[in-house]
C-alpha cells in the first residue's frame, strides 16, 4: 500500500503501541492547515494582480501600460519589479525568518514557535486585507512570509532536532505509521490551497466595486486562526520536553498522546536519539564531509531543479500569463481555476504509484512530459506573436496553450512536486537529517523568491524562448535523474548509504567501513529482520559488495 511504503522508505518507521488519539486527530489538523496556508499564499497573489481594480490602486503604472499595450507587445506588459516583489517578497522573508524560527524553537519549544508563526500570518493577512498602499501589501506578505519561516515549508521526517516547527511538531507526535501519510498529505494540502486560491480569485473578481481581492488577501486569515488557536491547544512533544530536561513530563506526554501506558519502549527510543543527537556537535561540518556527498548534492539540487522546472511560474502567475496570450480577466481566472484543479488531481497518481512504480520513473516520465510540453507551448506562443510580441490568439489556439499547460502541470504533480520533498526527506542519516531538511528549505525558499522575482522581466526579455529556458533546465534534471538518483523505493532509511555504495558514480564516496557491517552479516545470513513491511530491492551489485566485507568479519 502507497501509505505504508511511505512511511518505511521516508521515516524508517517502527511500530510502537498507541491508538489515534484527539491529539493525533488535532495533530492532522494543524498539518492540513499549514499546507494549506502555505498553498493559499502561493496562489493568491498572481489572481489578484490581474485584477484591474488592484492594479489601478497600487500598480497604475502597470494598468496603464497594459491598456496602451493592448494588440503591441503582449511580452512586457505586466513586467514590474515592484509587482513581483508583491509575490516574492514572502519567500525571502521565509528563509530569514526560518533561521530564527530555529532557536526560537530550541529555546521556547515548538508550541511558542508555532503561536509566534501563527500571530505573524494573521496581522499579515489583515494588513493585506486592509491594505491602502505598496508599503502595506509587501509588510503584509513579509508577515505571512515569516509565518510561512516559522510553520516550515516541508514534512520533515526527523526525531530527534529542532528545525522547521510544524514538520518537526507533525513527526514527532504522530504514530510513525501516519508520518509517511503526512508526508504527502502536505504536499496535497499545497495543491488544495493553492486551487483555493484559484477558486476564491475568481469569486472575488466579481464582486462589485473592485475591492474583491481585499476578501482575497484577507481570507489567508482563516487557515491562521486554526493554526494560531491549534498552536495554543497542542501540547509541546515529548521530544522538545526531554531536549529542554524535562524527562518526566515527557514521558507523561507521551503516554497521553499515543493513549496507552505501554510508551516505554518508543520513550527508550527518544531517550537514545536525544542521547545520540547530542554526540553529532557539528552538523554542518558532518554534512561535508565525503562520505555525506551524494545527500548534500541531492538536497542542494533537488529543491534547486524543483524550482527550475518553472512550475511556479504558472501557480504565481497563471492568471497574468493567461491575459498575456490575450484572454480576458474572467477567462484568465477560470484558466487558472483549471490548472489548479489539474495540479490537485494529479498528485493522487503520485500517491497510489510512487511505492509500486518508484521515483526514478514518476521523475524520468514527468521529466519527459514536462519537456514536450514546454516545447509545444513555447513554439505555440512563437508562431502567433513572434520576437514582437504582437498578436492575438483566436480562442481555440488560446485553449489549446491551456490544455499543454496544464499536460505540464500534471507531469509536475506527479513527479517532482511530491518526490522533491519526499526523496530529500529519506536520503539522510539521522545525526544530518536537521541539517539536511534546513538546506532543503532554505535552497528552495532562495530559488522561489528567484523565480517568483524575475519571471515577468525573464518573459519580456526571453519572450516566448523563457519555455524553451525552463524546458532546458527540465532537461538537465531529467538527465541527472536518469544518471545520478539512485532508485529510493522501498529501502529503509537506515540501510540507504547501500544504495549510494552500490551505485556506480556516487559509490566511490563510500568507504565499505561506513556500510554497516551488521545489515551486511544479517543480510548474508538471510537473517535480516527489519521493521519494514516493504521489499528490499537491492540492485545485484551490493549482493558482491556485502560479500567483499564479510571477511573483514
Ligand atoms: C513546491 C511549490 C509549488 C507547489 C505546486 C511544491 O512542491 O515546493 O513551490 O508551488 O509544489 O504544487
Redesign the pocket.
Known amino acids: 500500500m502507497a501509505v505504508i511504503g511511505f512511511v518505511n522508505a521516508g521515516g524508517g518507521a517502527k511500530e510502537y503501541p498507541g491508538k489515534m488519539t484527539a491529539f493525533v486527530f488535532l495533530i492532522c489538523l494543524m498539518a492540513a492547515t499549514g499546507g494549506l496556508i502555505?498553498?493559499y499564499d502561493?496562489?493568491i497573489s498572481g489572481g489578484v494582480t490581474s485584477m484591474d481594480s488592484f492594479l489601478i490602486k497600487f500598480f497604475p503604472a502597470v494598468y496603464h501600460k497594459e491598456e496602451e499595450d493592448k494588440g503591441t507587445n503582449q511580452y512586457c506588459k505586466f513586467d514590474s519589479q515592484l509587482l513581483t516583489t508583491f509575490t516574492s517578497s514572502l519567500y525571502l522573508a521565509a528563509l530569514i525568518a526560518s533561521f530564527f524560527a530555529s532557536t526560537v524553537t530550541r529555546v521556547l519549544g515548538r508550541k511558542w514557535s508555532m503561536l509566534g508563526g501563527g500571530v505573524a500570518f494573521l496581522v499579515g493577512s489583515a494588513i493585506n486585507g486592509a491594505a491602502d498602499n505598496v508599503a502595506m501589501l509587501i509588510i503584509g506578505r513579509i508577515l505571512l512570509g515569516v509565518g510561512v519561516g516559522f510553520a516550515g515549508?516541508?514534512i520533515c521526517l526527523n526525531n530527534n532536532s529542532p528545525s522547521q516547527s510544524v514538520p518537526v511538531y507533525l513527526s514527532e507526535m504522530a504514530p510513525a505509521r501516519v508520518r509517511g501519510m503526512l508526508n504527502i498529505g502536505f504536499?496535497l494540502m499545497?495543491?488544495i490551497g493553492?486551487l483555493t486560491a484559484n477558486l476564491i480569485n475568481y469569486g472575488t473578481s466579481k464582486i462589485k466595486g473592485g475591492w474583491g481581492w481585499r476578501v482575497s488577501l484577507a481570507l489567508a486569515g482563516v487557515p491562521a486562526i486554526v493554526f494560531t488557536a491549534g498552536a495554543l491547544i497542542l501540547p509541546d512533544t515529548p521530544n522538545s520536553l526531554l531536549e529542554r530536561g524535562h524527562d518526566q513530563q515527557a514521558r507523561a506526554m507521551l503516554r497521553r498522546i499515543r493513549g496507552t501506558d505501554d510508551i516505554h519502549e518508543e520513550y527508550a527510543h527518544l531517550i537514545a536519539a536525544r542521547e545520540e543527537s547530542k554526540k553529532v556537535k557539528h552538523p554542518w561540518r558532518t554534512i561535508l564531509r565525503r562520505r555525506h556527498r551524494p545527500q548534500l548534492t541531492m538536497v542542494i539540487l533537488i529543491?534547486f531543479f524543483?524550482?527550475l522546472t518553472g512550475?511556479?511560474v504558472i501557480?504565481?502567475y497563471a492568471p497574468v500569463l493567461f491575459k498575456t496570450v490575450g484572454y480576458d480577466s474572467d477567462a484568465s481566472l477560470m484558466s487558472a481555476v483549471i490548472t489548479g484543479l489539474v495540479?490537485f488531481f494529479a498528485?493522487f497518481v503520485s500517491i497510489f504509484t510512487v511505492d509500486r512504480l518508484g521515483r526514478r520513473v514518476l521523475f524520468l516520465q514527468g521529466g519527459v512530459q514536462m519537456l514536450a510540453c514546454q516545447i509545444a507551448v513555447g513554439t505555440l506562443i512563437a508562431i502567433k506573436f513572434g520576437t514582437s510580441g504582437e498578436g492575438h490568439l483566436s480562442h481555440d489556439y488560446a485553449a489549446t496553450v491551456v490544455a499543454f499547460i496544464c499536460i505540464y502541470?500534471a507531469g509536475?504533480?506527479w513527479s517532482?512536486?511530491?518526490l522533491?520533498?519526499l526523496v530529500a526527506s529519506e536520503i539522510f542519516p539521522l545525526e544530518i537529517r536537521s541539517v539536511g531538511q534546513s538546506i532543503n528549505v532554505s535552497v528552495?525558499m532562495i530559488f522561489?523568491f528567484i523565480i517568483a522575482q524575475i519571471f515577468l522581466i525573464l518573459l519580456c526579455h526571453l519572450k516566448f524562448g523563457i519555455f524553451y529556458f525552463f524546458g532546458g533546465w527540465v532537461l538537465i534534471m531529467t538527465v541527472f535523474v536518469a544518471f545520478l538518483l539512485p532508485e529510493t523505493k522501498g529501502v529503509p532509511i537506515e540501510e540507504m548509504a547501500l544504495v549510494w555504495k552500490s551505485h556506480w558514480f556516487w559509490g566511490g564516496f563510500i568507504s565499505d567501513e561506513q556500510i554497516s557491517v551488521l545489515h551486511m552479516v544479517d543480510r548474508i545470513n538471510g537473517t535480516h529482520n527489519s521493521n519494514h513491511e516493504c521489499p528490499v530491492n537491492f540492485p545485484p551489485s551490493l549482493t558482491k559488495s556485502s560479500k567483499i566485507l564479510k571477511p573483514t568479519m
Request: charged content about 0%.
Open positions: 502555505l498553498g502561493i496562489g515549508q516541508n504536499q499545497i495543491t493553492i529543491p524543483q524550482q512550475i511556479n501557480m504565481f495540479n498528485t502541470v509536475f504533480a517532482w512536486g511530491p522533491g520533498v528552495s522561489t
